[in-house]
C-alpha cells in the first residue's frame, strides 16, 4: 500500500503557509504594526491611506491657520492704533472749529493733524514678515505715499484690490485681508487720507473757514467709523480661524486615533497566534518527516 503522493503535496502546502503566517505574525509582533503590505488587507491598507490623507490635509490648514491668524492680528493691531489716532484727530479738529483759537493755536492744530496723517499712513503700511498687509497682492511694495507738492496734499495708493482667502477641509472660505484703498481711501466721505489732508490745509495758514473745516471734520469723522467697520471684518475672520482650527485639530485627533487602532498589532493576541503557527510547523515537519522515512510504504508501520 502506497501513500497518495497527493497527500504529501497537500501536507507540504499546509507547512508554507503556515511559514507564511508565521514570519507575518513575527513581522507584526517586531514592529507593532498588523498591515505591513497591500496584499495582506487591501481594505484596511485604503482605508489607512485615506485616514493618512486627510490627517496631513488637517495638518496642513492648522499650519497656515497659524500663520495667517499672526498676520490678521497685526492687521487688527494696526487698524485699532489707527481708530486711536483718528479718534484725537476729530477730537483736535473739533476744539479747531470752535472759533475760540487765535491764528498761532490753529496752525499748531494743523501740524499735529499732519503728524496724525503721517502716524496713520506709516501704519497703513504695516508690514508683516516682509509684506505690507494692506496693499492687496502687491505685497512687496509700500501701498500708501503722500505728496504735499499741493494743497491739500494728496495721498495715493500703490496696491491692487486683490482678496485672499483661507479654504478650510470642508470647502468654507475664510476673508484673509482687506485691500488698503477700500479701508483708508474709501469713497467719497470715506476718505481717512481725504478728509486728514483737507484739514491739514483747512487750519495751515491759521485762518479757518468755520463751514469748511466743520463739513471736512464731519467727513473724518465718517471715516472712522468706516475704519471700524472694516476692522470687524478682520476681527470676524480672526474668530472664524480660531473656531475652524480647534474644529479641525479635533478632527485630526479622532482620525489620528483611528489610524493608530487600525494600524496597531494586538500584540497578545499576535503572540499567541505565533506559538499555535510554531506548534502547527512543527508537528507538519514531524508527520512529513515520518512519511518521507518511509518511502511512502505504510507496511513498514504494521507490527511484525
Same mark, same amino acid.
Given at each position: ?18 511559514? %507564511? ?10 514592529? &507593532? ?6 496584499? !495582506?488587507? =487591501? ?29 490678521? !492680528? ?14 484725537? %484727530? ?29 502716524? *496713520?499712513? +506709516? ?19 509700500? =501701498? ?35 485691500? &488698503? #484703498? ?18 491739514? +490745509? ?8 468755520? @463751514? !469748511? @473745516?466743520?463739513?471736512?471734520?464731519? +467727513? ?33 485627533? !479622532? ?12 500584540? =497578545? ?7 499555535? +503557527? ?8 514531524? *508527520?512529513? %518527516? ?6 511512502? #510504504? ?7
Amino acid at each position: 500500500m502506497q501513500v497518495d503522493p497527493l497527500y504529501i503535496t497537500n501536507l507540504v502546502s499546509s507547512l508554507d503557509q503556515t511559514q %507564511a503566517n508565521q514570519q507575518q505574525l513575527s513581522s507584526e509582533l517586531s514592529s &507593532g504594526v498588523s498591515i505591513t503590505s497591500l496584499s !495582506q488587507n =487591501p481594505v484596511g491598507a485604503g482605508e489607512n491611506v485615506l485616514l493618512l490623507n486627510q490627517i496631513q490635509q488637517d495638518d496642513s490648514f492648522t499650519q497656515s491657520a497659524g500663520s495667517v491668524t499672526s498676520q490678521l !492680528q497685526v492687521s487688527d493691531s494696526a487698524l485699532g492704533s489707527v481708530v486711536s489716532e483718528l479718534t484725537q %484727530a476729530v477730537s483736535l479738529a473739533t476744539s479747531a472749529d470752535n472759533g475760540t483759537m487765535n491764528s498761532s493755536d490753529v496752525q499748531s492744530i494743523g501740524n499735529q493733524l499732519a503728524g496724525i496723517r503721517n502716524e *496713520v499712513q +506709516a501704519l497703513a503700511n504695516t508690514n508683516y514678515q516682509g509684506q505690507y498687509v494692506y496693499a492687496g497682492g502687491q505685497t512687496g511694495t509700500a =501701498p500708501f505715499s503722500t505728496s504735499t507738492a499741493t494743497s491739500p496734499a494728496v495721498t495715493s495708493y500703490n496696491g491692487d484690490q486683490d482678496v485672499n482667502y483661507l479654504e478650510m477641509p470642508n470647502g468654507q472660505k475664510i476673508q484673509l485681508n482687506i485691500p &488698503g #484703498d477700500q479701508i483708508f481711501l474709501g469713497s467719497g466721505t470715506n476718505s481717512v487720507f481725504g478728509a486728514l489732508n483737507a484739514l491739514v +490745509a483747512d487750519y495751515s495758514s491759521g485762518a479757518v473757514n468755520t @463751514a !469748511q @473745516a466743520v463739513s471736512d471734520t464731519e +467727513a473724518l469723522g465718517t471715516a472712522l467709523n468706516f475704519v471700524s467697520q472694516q476692522r470687524v471684518i478682520v476681527d470676524n475672520s480672526i474668530t472664524q480661524i480660531t473656531a475652524a482650527s480647534g474644529a479641525v485639530t479635533n478632527e485630526e485627533t !479622532q482620525l489620528t486615533t483611528a489610524q493608530t487602532n487600525l494600524m496597531q498589532a494586538d500584540i =497578545p493576541t499576535v503572540a499567541t497566534q505565533l506559538s499555535l +503557527a510554531e506548534t502547527q510547523e512543527t508537528a507538519l515537519e514531524d *508527520v512529513i %518527516a515520518q512519511l518521507q522515512s518511509t518511502s511512502n #510504504d505504510l507496511f513498514s508501520k504494521l507490527p511484525s
